[in-house]
C-alpha cells in the first residue's frame, strides 16, 4: 500500500540519516585525535630467516581513544582516506616513526631498517620524494634505513606518474616494498619495470601453509618469480613452525608474524634486540 511504501520510504531515509550521523561523529572525533596526537606506534619485527636476526621493523598505528581503548587501524584508515585526514595522520606517523628510529640509533640499537605503510593519498603527491627527504634530514637519518610500503594497485592506479614517483623515491635512496602482494594483479612483466626493492606476500596465503596445496604453491612460486627479477621476498603473517619451515625451504629471505612476535611498542622492541630468539 501507499502507507507502507512511505514507512518503508521513511524507515531507509532515517536509517541512511543515522549511518551518516555515525560517520561524522567519527571524522570529527578522529580530526580531534589528530589534534591531540592520540596516536601510537606500534612496531612489529621483520626477521632474517637464515639467523633469526631483526632486520628491521614495520610501523602500525594504533588509536588510543580515551573512552574506547586502543583501536585497530582497519578501524580508522578507511574513514581517513575517505576524507583526506589520511594526508596529516600519514605524516605524522612517518615523522613519529623516523623519531623513534633517531632515538634507537643515538641509542646505539643494532642496525636495522623502519619500514612505513603509504596510502594512495599520500602517494599521489606529487611531492611526496621532497616531503620525505626532508623528515629524514629533519632526524639525521640515511635514506637507506628507510623502506615505504606500497601496494600494486597504488601504483597501478596512477600510472606513468606512480612510476615517477617511485623513481623519485629510489633516487633519494628509500627502499620500495610491495605490501600484500598476490592479492592485486599485476604482471611480471610490469613488476619488472618498477624500481622495488622487495615483495611481501600477503598474509592470507602464508595462513594456509602447509595444508592448503593452492596456497603453498602460490608463495613458492612468488618467491621464485621474485628472485628471477633480483627482488628480497618477506613473509607476513607468519604463525607457525610449519609455514616457517615451509618459506624458509622455498628460498624466502625474511618473514614477519605472531610466531616471532605481534606488533609492539617500542619498548618491546629493544627488549626483543636485547635476548635473541630462535623459533
Ligand atoms: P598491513 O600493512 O598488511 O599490516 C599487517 C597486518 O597484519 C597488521 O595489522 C599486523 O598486526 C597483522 N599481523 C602481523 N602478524 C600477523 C600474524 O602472524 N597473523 C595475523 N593474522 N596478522 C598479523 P594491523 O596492525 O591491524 O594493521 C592493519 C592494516 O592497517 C595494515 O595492513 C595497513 O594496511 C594499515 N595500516 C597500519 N598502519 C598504517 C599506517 O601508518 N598508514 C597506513 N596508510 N596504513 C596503515
Ligand atoms: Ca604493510
Ligand atoms: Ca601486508
Ligand atoms: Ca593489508
Known sequence: SKAQGRNTYRYYTESLTRAANARLLLESKLRRALEREEFILHFQPQVAM?????????????????????????????????????????????????????????????????????????????????????????????????????????????????????????????????DDFGTGYSSLGYLKRLPIDRLKIDKSFVQGIPEDRNDAEIAATIIAMAHNLKLQVLAEGVETQEQHAFLREAGCEAYQGYLFSPPVPAEKIEALLAAPFRP
Open 50 to 178: 637464515a639467523d633469526e636476526r631483526i632486520l628491521g621493523v614495520e610501523t602500525l598505528v594504533r588509536w588510543q581513544d580515551p573512552e574506547e581503548g586502543l583501536i585497530p587501524p582497519d578501524s580508522f584508515i578507511p574513514l581517513a582516506e575517505e576524507t583526506g585526514l589520511i594526508i596529516p595522520l600519514g605524516a605524522w606517523v612517518l615523522r613519529q616513526a623516523c623519531r623513534q628510529m633517531r632515538d634507537w640509533r643515538a641509542a646505539g640499537m643494532p642496525t636495522m631498517t623502519l619500514a612505513v605503510n603509504l596510502s594512495i593519498q599520500q602517494f599521489a603527491q606529487r611531492d611526496l620524494a621532497v616531503q620525505v627527504g626532508a623528515i629524514l634530514d629533519e632526524y639525521d637519518l640515511p635514506a637507506s634505513c628507510l623502506e615505504l610500503e606500497l601496494t600494486e594497485s597504488m601504483i597501478m592506479h596512477n600510472d606513468a606518474h606512480g612510476i615517477d614517483i617511485l623513481n623519485a623515491m629510489r633516487e633519494l635512496g628509500v627502499g620500495l616494498a610491495i
